[in-house]
């Protein structure tokens, strides 16, 4: 009887490690700076087990549902900034582009400006930095996405796909709905794309894409 129950325990143990180390993979390091999550090991290591990718974009989606952007502007880019793309084709030379500092004050910058232009209708999209996250950043919880991807986009509409052409030295990490309502029969899906740059230890926010359902 003792020797049968042996194997059963270690199956318990094994299963409850994992759990754990399911759980802790985003929410223990949300709140952590982007230089302080990636102590044990170097981006290029983080490109091929995906785990410190994986914890940064993490903290960065939770930074923003909390639209504490205080936290937020710590994980962008030092020197390169970030840049906003609302509908998946990214336009480096026309898309809006911040500084850490920028994104730090978010919430106090009462500035209108021109994102690029509405689909379906061509008109200008102009709006606040805190309209444009509401609308083309956190349209939805993506803290709970369904499905993501590292390096890879989950569903693409008729908008050219180009991220991995115009950031050809970052890795991405794609936090997709593929449809919000069935009924909808996926005219409704909509993703973020978190593009970063791995730079010594840390990886840093370098682009944010927002897809959705385009005409």
Known sequence: MKRA???????????ALGLLCS???RHPAASTPAAAIQKEETPEESALNTTGLLRTA????DAIQAQDYETLSTYVHPTRGVTFTPYSTVDLQ???HFTSQQIKDLSTDTNTYTWGYEDGRGEPIQMTMTEYFARFVFDA???QAPQVGVDQIIVSGNALENL??????CHFVDFCYPSRDPANEGLDWCSLKLVF????SSWYLVGVVHGEWTI
């Open 141 to 143: 919880d993506y803290t």
């Open 5 to 15: 129950a042996i194997p059963l325990i270690l199956l318990l143990c094994g299963f």
């Open 94 to 96: 026309h898309d809006q």
């Open 58 to 61: 993490a903290s960065v989606t």
């Open 197 to 200: 740059a791995g730079e010594e």
């Open 23 to 25: 759980v802790s993979l």
């Open 164 to 169: 991995t052409e115009a950031y050809p030295d």
